[in-house]
């Protein structure tokens, strides 16, 4: 993967804010992936991480899970096992609003996450929740099939593919 965030903004700048939009840098950075991108696929829960199981337990060759966590700090929404998991299935990467733990062992594995923070403590599982919605966090709202892109610079979102 070429592509650079902000080479993205220059070649694209005309289209800031409109089709193209930035996220407030707010995301620490994990996963052996430092830059990735794909199709936005999106979870909105709350210190339940059980759809987040089913989401990396489908095919996710070409997509990134973006996971409105309400911003809690309260608990890890992603760990190693779902990490793995999410690896295994091909998902690009995951954009946590919320914790993971597990940072270490995620850091070798191969997949990008960005998240708030890390958090020693596991999530319920009550499988509450809910998929495929547009969520709004970082002044931005992350819409189901749209693309998002990665790298140590930020994170954009965009309504069509830029690369």
Not at 86 to 106: H, Q
Request: hydrophobic content about 40%; aromatic content about 8%; some cysteine.
């Amino acid at each position: 993967m070429t592509f650079k965030t902000p080479d993205l903004c220059d070649q694209f700048e005309a289209e800031l804010g409109k089709t193209i939009r930035v996220v407030a840098p707010m995301f620490q950075i994990y996963g052996g992936k430092r830059r990735f991108s794909g199709q936005i696929v999106t979870l909105k829960i709350f210190e339940d991480n059980s759809l987040v199981r089913e989401a990396f337990a489908e095919n996710g060759h070409g997509k990134v899970l973006v996971i409105d966590g309400g911003g809690s700090l309260r608990c890890a929404l992603v760990g190693d096992q779902l990490a793995i998991l999410a690896e295994k299935n091909g998902w690009a990467g995951a954009v946590v609003y919320g914790c993971i733990r597990d940072a270490e062992d995620i850091n070798g594995i191969n997949i990008g996450v960005r998240a708030l923070n890390t958090h020693p403590q596991k999530s319920i599982k009550k499988g509450v929740g809910d998929r495929h919605l547009p969520v709004s966090f970082g002044g931005v709202t992350f819409t189901p099939g749209e693309f998002i892109y990665a790298d140590e610079d930020g994170v954009i979102v965009s309504t069509k593919p830029l690369c």
